[in-house]
């Protein structure tokens, strides 16, 4: 079997990782993928844009692909979906009606207010002077988030009003995120622990993937700005097995219930962000319409299952028969970004020494930011590798994994050094 996954980033070097461990598949394409996957046996980069549809479509008829996995959220809110199945393509995502979800932050908002999915309470602006009048009146901190898609810098966390003040000016009236801030949103801020849940469904079925959480933050102890993740691991031993029936109780059954019944069932990877309290009250923070990244690297790596079979059970609509498998091992990955993350940052840099560490079962190296020149190894993003480690406990995996880290770090890198530092200890 041929499979194509498009995207170039550390997520979709997992999903390709994978996908190429299946005995049904020969070879899996990427477009246009990164040095990682370049490097990968069995895989292929594309060089094509994961917005190019037609030029996709044209690959996937000329190769006779069998199926297309899609990686991030951009091609799903544009209708990539659509477009394959328009052409009697197997494609697995949602479709651009299911995607918004993701793609629409008051759209989300007022799907999980219709359908009774617990949430913070939130209000939508468009008028920058309703927004200020609001303001003045709400209890600080406050989350302010643009509408649309922002590559994860559309929310921000105001500490205060002048901060907020000034997030909104720059959301509605300096047009920051352009047409993504026309609409804000501005909602109470929640205290808790954050999970990320992900499921796969095939508009009827669903299963659960393994249970994971993220750090968002740029900086140790979970300071600094937000950004597209630093680290993750899996299991979250947060999830208890009585919270795990919650959040299928609570958010995901009404979820693929609700989009169901408003015409758009659900095909592909739900995430739903959610918000833990210390009461173990469950709220939904965000949903995404594909696989996490990083929370995609450690929960492969844990997958023991056949990867390619889920997909294409997705796609037939036979996901009830599939068993997931997972290693009982907990995997915790550790982004490596360049300098300046995620802001600005520096491309180019040579990572020097990725050659000198021997393949192992026991982790792996994804690349997100990466392309190959001359032979050698260059940065050419934020988010540059996500070094990933298997361990029987949750603080054994994160000494192999920074042990790596410290290998294959370059000049101008930047991590955090406390991936799993919540969950150490509860595990
Ligand atoms: P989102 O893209 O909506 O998930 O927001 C990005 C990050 O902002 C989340 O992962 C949380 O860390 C934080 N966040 C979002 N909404 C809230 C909220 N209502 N209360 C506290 N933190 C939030
Ligand atoms: N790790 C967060 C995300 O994938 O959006």
Redesign the pocket.
């Known amino acids: 079997m041929k499979v194509l996954v498009i995207g170039n980033g550390g997520r979709e070097h997992a999903l390709a990782w994978k996908l190429a461990q299946s005995p049904l598949v020969k070879t899996v394409y990427v477009a246009p993928g990164n040095a990682g996957t370049y490097r990968e046996p069995k895989v292929e980069n594309v060089p094509i844009d994961p917005l190019h549809f037609e030029e996709l479509v044209e690959f996937v008829k000329v190769q006779q692909i069998n199926f297309t996995v899609v990686g991030p959220e951009a091609p799903l809110v544009a209708g990539i979906v659509d477009y394959f199945t328009q052409r009697n393509l197997p494609c697995l995502g949602p479709t651009k009606d299911a995607a918004q979800l993701e793609g629409s ?1 008051v759209f989300s908002k007022a799907f999980m207010e219709r359908h009774n999915i617990p949430t ?1 309470r939130a209000r939508v602006f468009n008028s920058l002077e309703a927004a200020q009048q609001y303001l003045a009146e709400c209890a600080y901190p406050i ?1 302010i ?1 643009a509408d649309g898609l922002a590559a ?1 810098k ?2 921000v ?1 105001a500490k205060d009003k002048t901060e907020a003040e000034g997030t909104v000016v720059d959301m509605l009236s300096h047009k920051r995120f352009g047409l993504a801030g026309d609409q804000i949103i501005i ?5 808790g622990e ?1 999970v990320s849940f992900i499921v796969l469904c095939d508009g009827e079925h669903y299963v659960p993937l393994a249970t994971s959480q ?1 750090h ?2 740029r900086d140790d102890g979970d300071k600094g700005p ?1 950004t597209g993740g630093m680290g993750a691991y899996s299991p979250a031993p947060l999830v208890s097995p009585h919270l795990h029936d919650e959040i299928l109780a609570t958010v995901i059954e009404p979820t693929l219930k609700g989009l169901s019944q408003e015409g758009y069932p659900f095909k592909g990877f739900l995430y739903a ?1 959610l ?1 833990i309290s210390p009461k173990e009250e469950i ?1 939904v ?2 949903y995404n319409c594909r696989f996490g990244d990083p929370e995609t690297q450690p929960i492969l790596m844990r997958l023991a299952s056949d990867f390619a079979q889920m997909c294409l059970d997705a796609l037939n609509g036979t996901l009830n028969t599939y068993v997931a498998e997972w290693d009982p091992n907990y995997a915790l990955g550790v982004v490596l970004a360049a300098a300046g993350y995620p802001d600005e940052v520096k491309k180019g840099d040579v990572c020097p020494t990725l050659n000198d560490i021997a393949p192992s079962k026991v982790y792996k190296i994804f690349h997100a930011g990466t392309k190959i020149e001359e032979g050698r190894i260059l940065t050419n993003g934020g988010r540059v590798l996500c070094v990933t480690a298997l361990g029987e406990t949750l603080q054994d995996a994160q000494t192999k994994a920074y042990r790596i880290v410290k290998k294959v770090a370059w000049d101008g890198v930047f991590y955090r050094s406390d991936i799993g530092y919540k969950a150490l200890g509860k595990n």
Do not use: T, Y
């Open positions: 932050k913070a989350v988030k994860g559309g929310v966390i909602e109470d801020f929640l205290e954050e993220d968002k933050a937000n962000g918000m709220k923070l965000e």
